[in-house]
């Protein structure tokens, strides 16, 4: 079963713009992670935040996480036209399983 | 470099022909997941191992697939029979324990 829900499905930036990922989930987690996707490959895992952090920082990617609200957003700045890819939040529920259920993730267009 | 591996990488095959996909998890990770994903239902955990030993595969149809690690270096998921169904890109990811995630490039599977 699917646990988060992002949106939006699809977005479309000029490079150098900045994006913006949300994510939405239902139950209480250890984590909340963030993968990347480009055609035709495995998932790139990009940054982790646990459930006792706020913010997190990883080059030109920021996530932000809001237990109360069930919520998570993804900033990609500066984007460039490499960044074209789709993006996929995954929670790990509470009890420390390592099992990650993946949102259906946003695919983003970034045109040079 | 370590990464996942998985083969074959692509496979076309008849509906009721049996179908075995492997995958060479990093060494020392000691947690195997597999993962389907599909346009319609995005990306479904499969059954996952920890040090070997099945720790959940409810995510899988259990009549006609199967899923195994007959050691350390070695995961395999099997269908038989197989459907035109069953059709996906099939994930297998390896970790340490929990958090991240290192996907294999997947396994495309066409049943025809």
């Known amino acids: 079963s699917q646990q988060g829900e992002e949106d939006p499905q699809a977005l479309s930036i000029q490079e150098g713009e900045n994006a913006t990922m949300n994510c939405s989930y239902k139950?209480?987690?250890?984590?909340l992670q963030w993968y990347r996707q480009n055609s035709g490959r495995g998932l790139v895992h990009l940054i982790l935040?646990?459930?006792?952090?706020r913010e997190k920082h990883s080059g030109r990617l920021r996530v932000t996480l809001d237990t109360s609200k069930k919520s998570s957003s993804l900033l990609i700045t500066a984007s460039r036209a490499a960044d074209t890819a789709s993006y996929f939040c995954?929670?790990?529920?509470?009890?420390?399983?390592?099992?990650?259920?993946f949102g259906q993730g946003t695919t983003l267009q970034v045109k040079p | 470099d370590a990464r996942v591996t998985q083969t074959p990488r692509d496979k076309v095959t008849e509906m009721g022909q049996e179908v075995t996909m492997r995958c060479q998890p990093i060494l020392g990770h000691n947690t195997v997941f597999w993962y389907r994903q599909t346009m319609k239902q995005g990306l479904e955990l499969l059954a996952y191992?920890?040090?070997?030993?099945?720790?959940?595969d409810s995510g899988m149809p259990k009549d006609r697939f199967s899923a195994e690690m007959p050691d350390a270096t070695l995961a395999t998921l099997k269908i038989q029979p197989s459907e035109p169904r069953d059709s996906a890109v099939y994930f297998c990811a390896s970790a340490l324990l929990v958090g991240e995630q290192f996907f294999g490039p997947g396994t495309r599977l066409t049943v025809l």
């Open positions: 191992f920890r040090n070997r030993a099945p720790l959940d």
């Open positions: 139950t209480s987690i250890n984590n």
């Open positions: 935040i646990r459930s006792n952090e």
């Open positions: 995954a929670t790990e529920p509470a009890g420390n399983t390592g099992k990650l259920i």
